[in-house]
């Protein structure tokens, strides 16, 4: 039984994006007018083996090269001239692992998914048969780091460290920004740029708690991202498993953007800014590895 308020039924009951129905064409025009420099800022982290943060249980990237440096005669047979051929890969890769766009059909609680839909909807064969990641088209808006490590006058958070709302509203006031309806909000903890340097470990990880997933959820934005592997704290706050995923993705329908690269903004004190999204066209997918852009 929920207890909260929800967005289930705000854009109709056969809605399958959630919040991304905040970024109306004239939000997405606004955001266009933010840029002040020009600079871009990529804010993935890489696809790859190893040093970035792969969970154990969902397995490890791997990449396989193909070239046709063997086959002369199918070359030969297209026309191609001696010395000329070409390389490809092929990618196998958990999609919840490098920079990645969770789908509203990532979690379920009371057996229900974003917007009531059953949970057992999802198979092996076709995927979720609702509000999977190929729903979210093109994403473009006004970013807004809440740079909370910074805000702490620390390069990271402790391990486990649970943001709570009045840590936000610290850093938001210390950067003279306020959240807006339509919002893509980016928090950072500066626990991946340890991770990736090596001085911190895979786990335990700060993020947002239960109270601080809530503060947000009100504050209507079309998506909450960070420079962790799961947004809120692990372990979880109050022991309450995927408790932010259920406030955010569940019951608010706020997709969630997972492993973000936020150093560059953070050191260029680049608090708003126009911030584009592209996730792959996966069908019946529950997200996908993503390269967000910022353009400050």
Known sequence: MKTRK??????????????LNLLTPELVL???????????????????????????????????????????????ANGGAPGVGANEDQLILPSHTSTHLDALCHAYADDKIYNGYPADQMTPYSGAAKCSID????????????????????????????????????????????LQPG?????????????????ADIMPQPGIGLEAAAFLAEKDPAIIGS?????ESIPFDQHVYLGGHIILLVEHGIHLLENMNLAELAADR???????????????????????????
């Open 6 to 19: 929800t967005n289930w039924g705000r854009w109709g009951d056969s809605d399958e994006r959630g919040t």
């Open 183 to 199: 919002d893509l909000v980016l928090i950072r903890t500066g626990w991946l740029e340890a991770f990736m340097a090596g001085r």
């Open 135 to 178: 729903k979210v088209g093109g994403i473009v808006g006004r970013g807004v780091l809440v740079d909370v490590a910074a805000s702490k006058g620390v390069d990271r958070l402790e391990p486990g460290y649970v943001i709570t709302p009045a840590d936000l509203q610290e850093a938001l006031d210390q950067q003279e920004v306020a």
């Open 227 to 231: 420079d962790n592997s799961a947004i």
């Open 270 to 296: 680049c608090f708003d800014f126009l911030l584009s999204i592209g996730a792959l066209k996966i069908t019946g997918a529950t997200a996908s590895p993503v390269t967000p852009v910022a353009i400050g």
């Open 30 to 76: 606004a955001a266009l007018r933010l840029p002040k420099t020009g600079k871009t800022y990529s804010l993935s982290i890489p696809i790859q083996r190893s040093g970035v943060p792969n969970l154990e249980y969902r397995g490890t990237p791997q990449r396989l090269t193909l070239t046709n440096h063997d086959d002369e005669a199918m070359a030969r």
